[in-house]
C-alpha cells in the first residue's frame, strides 16, 4: 500500500534533501503543502519544470496538491474576492496537472476571516465555486476534495456538499476531526465512500499541531481499521508539519518514523484480513 507525506514534516535541508530522504523512508509520493504550491505557482513555468524534474530523480509521485488557503474565502459575496478564490484554485488545478497530480485539496474557508454565521448564504456560495471548480477539474483529469475543519459550523456545510455534489471528495484530516469531535460523521458509512485523500497527523485534542501519527492522542489504529475495511483505496497521505508540531529530529529519522507507523497499521489490517 502506498503513502505519501507532505514536504512540510521538516524545516531543516533543502527541498532536493527533503525529497532525497522521503524517497529512502519508503514513501512513492509526496504531498504538496499550500505554502510550497504557492512558491512554485508564483515562480512559474521554469520552477515548475525543475522540481518535476527533481521528482522523477528521487522516484516520487505527487498525491495530493493544497491550494492556498489564507487567501481563498469561497463562502463571501464580495464577487472581487470571491472571483480571485477561484482564480488561485485554478492555478492549484492547472499546477497538479503539470505535476501529475492526483487530487487537489481545498478549503471551503480560510484561517483568517470569520465567515458570516449564515449557513444558507455561505452554502450557496461555495456550491456555485465548487461546481466551477469540478469542471475544470474534470477537464484537467484531477480530482478535486474539501478538507473536514475544526468549526462545527464549517463542517456542517462541508458535510452537506459532499453529500449534495457527488463528483466532490473529502480530504479526511485527522487532526482536524480529533479537535472538532467529529469522527463519528466523518467515518460515517454515507460518507466513506466521498474520501479520496488523507491528511494523517496528530494532536492532543486541543490545537492543531500536525504532530507525526503516533505522537499524540489520536486513535490511529480505528482509523486505518474503519477506511481499510471499507476499501479505502487511495494514497496513505502523511500531513505532519514541523513548524507547527515543533517536533525535534533529523529529516531522515522522521521520515521513517512517520512511514514505518502506518506502514505498521497497514500490515496489521491487512493480515487480519488475510487471516479471515
Known amino acids: 500500500m502506498l503513502q505519501s507525506i507532505s514536504t512540510a514534516f521538516t524545516n531543516m535541508g533543502s527541498l532536493e534533501d527533503k525529497l532525497a530522504v522521503i524517497s529512502a523512508a519508503g514513501f512513492t509520493h509526496i504531498n504538496i503543502d499550500e505554502y510550497l504550491a504557492a512558491n512554485l505557482i508564483h515562480c512559474g513555468e521554469k520552477r515548475i519544470d525543475d522540481f518535476a524534474a527533481l521528482l522523477m530523480d528521487f522516484?516520487?509521485?505527487?498525491?495530493?496538491?493544497?491550494?492556498?488557503?489564507?487567501?481563498?474565502?469561497?463562502?463571501?459575496?464580495?464577487?472581487?474576492?470571491?472571483?480571485?478564490s477561484?482564480?488561485?484554485?485554478?492555478?492549484?488545478?492547472?499546477?497538479?496537472?503539470?505535476?501529475?497530480?492526483?487530487?487537489?485539496?481545498?478549503?471551503?474557508?480560510?484561517?483568517?476571516?470569520?465567515p458570516p454565521e449564515n449557513f444558507k448564504i455561505s452554502y450557496i456560495q461555495i456550491r456555485?465555486?465548487?461546481?466551477?471548480?469540478?469542471?475544470?477539474?474534470?477537464?484537467?483529469?484531477?480530482q478535486l476534495a474539501l478538507e473536514n475543519l475544526i468549526h462545527s459550523f464549517m463542517n456542517n456545510i462541508i458535510l452537506e456538499l459532499i453529500q449534495r455534489l457527488p463528483?466532490?471528495?473529502?480530504?479526511?484530516?485527522?487532526?482536524?476531526?480529533?479537535?472538532?469531535v467529529t469522527w463519528s460523521d466523518f467515518l460515517s458509512l454515507s460518507v466513506l465512500p466521498q474520501i479520496v485523500a488523507l491528511n494523517l497527523n496528530?494532536?492532543?485534542?486541543?490545537?492543531?499541531?500536525?504532530?507525526?501519527?503516533?505522537?499524540?492522542?489520536?486513535?490511529?489504529?480505528?482509523?486505518?481499521k474503519i477506511l481499510f475495511?471499507?476499501?479505502?483505496?487511495?494514497?496513505?497521505?502523511?500531513?505532519?508539519?514541523?513548524?507547527?508540531?515543533?517536533?525535534?529530529?533529523?529529516?531522515?529519522?522522521?521520515?521513517?518514523?512517520?512511514?514505518s507507523f502506518i506502514d505498521h497499521l497497514l500490515i496489521q489490517q491487512n493480515t487480519t484480513v488475510s487471516v479471515r
Open 59 to 84: 522516484n516520487l509521485d505527487v498525491d495530493w496538491v493544497h491550494a492556498p488557503v489564507e487567501k481563498i474565502r469561497l463562502y463571501t459575496r464580495d464577487m472581487r474576492v470571491w472571483t480571485k
Open 86 to 114: 477561484l482564480g488561485l484554485i485554478f492555478s492549484t488545478i492547472k499546477l497538479a496537472e503539470q505535476l501529475q497530480a492526483r487530487s487537489v485539496i481545498i478549503h471551503a474557508f480560510d484561517y483568517i476571516n470569520r
Open 128 to 142: 456555485n465555486a465548487l461546481e466551477i471548480l469540478l469542471e475544470a477539474g474534470d477537464k484537467a483529469g484531477i
Open 167 to 180: 463528483d466532490i471528495g473529502l480530504c479526511l484530516d485527522t487532526g482536524h476531526a480529533e479537535i472538532s
Open 202 to 224: 496528530d494532536n492532543h485534542g486541543f490545537s492543531d499541531e500536525h504532530l507525526i501519527p503516533g505522537d499524540g492522542i489520536i486513535d490511529f489504529y480505528r482509523c486505518i
Open 229 to 259: 475495511e471499507y476499501g479505502y483505496n487511495g494514497i496513505w497521505g502523511v500531513d505532519c508539519i514541523q513548524n507547527a508540531g515543533n517536533y525535534k529530529g533529523n529529516p531522515a529519522v522522521l521520515a521513517k518514523k512517520a512511514f
